[in-house]
């Protein structure tokens, strides 16, 4: 997982709290995304960064919001307006910036989000 | 969808056996990633194959494009305990920064 941290590994809320997931890199990457992952699913992506103070809608970023001030973090909230927000969230950073070129992904150790 | 889908959806064979997992794709791909997971952790990057780019290989690893066929294969040789995971192919679109992951084949190394 190296260079990337997510914290915290386990996450409990209330149904109708908003909930802040931390990702952290130290690679020095342009580029962050923020995935979903569901059981026996593959991962969905949820928002995207190429660039500081700049981010793009993924697939599913209805009932989520992110911000990318520092190179470095790149925050998700997960609002309650999201219907089913239970899932491991996964972190991931590329050099691929603006580039237009997709290089591989550097992944975070995921947080467990459980929504009760 | 460009999204890549991987078959068998899992696979079980003993350790010391060859085990191979294929991806298809419906549309043109800049490049063609692989990733392992973990039960409970994040993905790690195992191979990148390009589109002009047929065969790569990493130790045990061993990569297979066919753009004519839209499909890639991941063979895993002489398979250990420790490969019990699942892998995801992730396919991305030229001009194209993201990438988009298939719903993974779980295999399982019976000892």
């Known amino acids: 997982d190296g260079g990337i941290t997510q914290s915290p590994k386990y996450l409990f809320r209330k149904e109708g709290q908003n909930v802040t997931l931390s990702c952290e890199q130290n690679l020095n990457h342009d580029a962050m995304y923020w995935y979903r992952q569901d059981p026996g699913q593959g991962l969905r992506l949820i928002y995207y960064?190429?660039?500081?103070?700049?981010?793009q809608k993924g697939d599913i970023a209805e009932g989520y919001s992110v911000s990318r001030e520092k190179k470095e973090s790149f925050p998700l909230t997960v609002t309650s307006a999201q219907k089913n927000p239970t899932a491991f969230y996964l972190c991931?950073?590329?050099?691929?910036?603006?580039?237009?070129?997709?290089?591989?992904?550097?992944f975070g150790p995921g947080t467990r989000l459980t929504v009760t | 969808s460009q999204q890549g889908e991987e078959d068998p959806q899992a696979l079980s064979i003993q350790e010391g056996e060859n085990a191979t997992m294929n991806c298809s794709y419906k549309t043109s791909i800049n490049n063609l990633q692989w990733y392992r997971q973990n039960s409970g952790r994040g993905l790690v990057h195992l191979i990148l194959?390009?589109?002009?780019?047929r065969e790569k290989h990493s130790g045990r690893l061993r990569v297979t494009l066919d753009t004519s066929k839209k499909s890639s294969s991941l063979l895993i040789t002489a398979s250990r305990a420790a490969d019990t995971a699942s892998y995801f192919c992730?396919?991305?679109?030229?001009?194209?920064?993201?990438?988009?992951f298939g719903k993974g084949t779980r295999l399982h190394i019976l000892p």
């Open positions: 991931a950073t590329s050099l691929s910036g603006t580039s237009g070129i997709a290089y591989e992904q550097y």
């Open positions: 194959i390009r589109s002009n780019e």
């Open positions: 992730a396919t991305a679109w030229p001009r194209d920064d993201k990438i988009i």
């Open positions: 960064s190429q660039i500081v103070n700049d981010f």
